[in-house]
């Protein structure tokens, strides 16, 4: 008797450590989006930083309201809400086509008023790469999650990697509240980091690495170098002039 008990026992509570695993990550990314974006937006008056753009207003309510949806989510799963969980996702797709507009829009903003972290080793045109593959790697990821969200194991993956990789633009304002701390390497070679510690924790708690962290994992930490080399060819710089003109 105590030979079939036990098992079931175990499984049961590796389940729902894994459950609270993705909250955990959630609350991970809320936090780092907080203390980014904290001077700017969150706590923008306690800091008196200058005013933003109705665009900017908008963007930063919208992928607030994604890293407050994912948290929902992540703690719906946890509790065994399944039920709420889908129907909230219907709302997350739709958000998702909201971030895909906002952010894009935001992007030929930041190219049109010349904004780059480090003018001295990236121009305005070459940084507009990064707002873009951020917002397409992301885009990616949870379009996948989605068509996979009846293979729990797959989509639940990807839909925090995807959160992650919305992390380096908030690792990027952190660094700049220190400076001269190195902003780009600060926010790439940070959000790579925390990748691939997701993947690494969650192939220890599975004791194997999954499929969906495999290659949702090698094409997020892929996309950093290649938005840096892309940013940097003359094609790129043509094709940014002409989307911002």
Known sequence: MSSTVLP???LSVTRARQRWFWFGGAVFAALVIFIGFSPT???K???ATPQLSTLKLVHGTVFSTWIALFLAQTWLVATDRRDVHR??????A???VAMCL???????DSGRSGFTPDAAKVSALSFMAVPLFDLGVFVVLVVAALLLRRRSDWHKRLMLLAT???LPPALARIALQFPPTPVLPIAFGGGMLVIVVAIALDSMALRRLHPAMLW???FALVSFPARILIGGTQAWQHFAAWLIA
């Open 94 to 96: 739709l958000l998702v």
């Open 8 to 10: 079931a026992a175990t």
């Open 164 to 166: 992650l990789s919305l």
């Open 216 to 218: 949702g994992g090698l």
């Open 87 to 92: 129907t909230l996702g219907v709302f997350g």
């Open 102 to 108: 906002v952010g894009y829009q935001a992007a030929l």
């Open 45 to 47: 008056a306690a800091f």
């Open 41 to 43: 937006f969150y706590l």
